[in-house]
């Protein structure tokens, strides 16, 4: 006849819990950087790509304003929230409107490495490509 195997103690079960919960607390506080590295990734990665469409809409609206004969530099800065716009860099040559702009960052200096950019094309009203020989 085999003997079974004594209950463990309480004693010895509280202590085996209080273990675990303590190494469960220090995994927490080990891991709490990592997340908050890879919440900030994550906060990045959506700025840039809140960057790309503003600048996709202010290409469009600069484009527009070609199209109807008026300055597209205006039209490319007010399509843009008031904080975007001093983030933006029109580049307007005939009918093609290119917008770089810098998303906003969460560690300096990284700005000019995110910067993204966006074209629109129109051809230019009858009057313009007249005057331009063209």
């Known amino acids: 006849m085999t003997r079974a195997a004594a209950p463990p103690s ?3 079960a509280a202590r085996s819990t209080a273990g675990a919960a303590g190494q469960a607390q220090l995994e927490l506080v080990a891991a709490i950087p ?3 590295a890879v919440a900030a990734i994550i906060l990045q990665l959506m700025a840039v790509g809140y960057a790309q469409s503003l600048a996709d809409g202010s290409a469009e609206a600069g484009a527009l304003a070609i199209a109807a004969g008026r300055d597209p530099e205006p039209a490319v800065r007010s399509a843009v929230p008031g904080w975007a716009a001093r983030r933006v860099e029109p580049d307007i040559e005939g009918g093609r409107v290119e917008v770089r702009m810098q998303p906003p960052v969460l560690i300096p ?3 000019r ?3 993204v950019s966006s074209e ?3 051809r230019p009203p009858a009057s313009d490509r007249d005057a331009g020989g063209g």
């Open 113 to 115: 490495r995110l910067e």
């Open 10 to 12: 309480k004693r010895g």
């Open 120 to 122: 629109a094309w129109v």
């Open 34 to 36: 990592a997340l908050i």
């Open 109 to 111: 200096g990284l700005g």
